[in-house]
């Protein structure tokens, strides 16, 4: 079935309308707590790297 373009807008607009969008404070909490698990991962890994590292050139005895 072939959809009028006009009439495809007008349903994707009543649809638009019905989305709740988030206010401007829960935006910057969720876009905060992002950041804040980004920074805690970026941590993680940068420590297992190094572990890791340290780890491999004790085993293998490369200076």
Do not use: Q
Not at 36 to 63: Q, R, Y
């Amino acid at each position: 079935m072939t959809k009028n373009p006009i009439e495809f807008a007008r349903e994707v607009r009543a649809e638009v309308a019905k989305v709740t969008w988030p206010t401007r404070r829960e935006t910057l909490i969720t876009t905060s707590m992002v950041f804040i698990f980004v920074v805690i991962a970026a941590v993680f890994f940068l420590l297992a790297d190094k572990i890791i590292g340290f780890v491999i050139k004790l085993l293998l005895g490369v200076s």
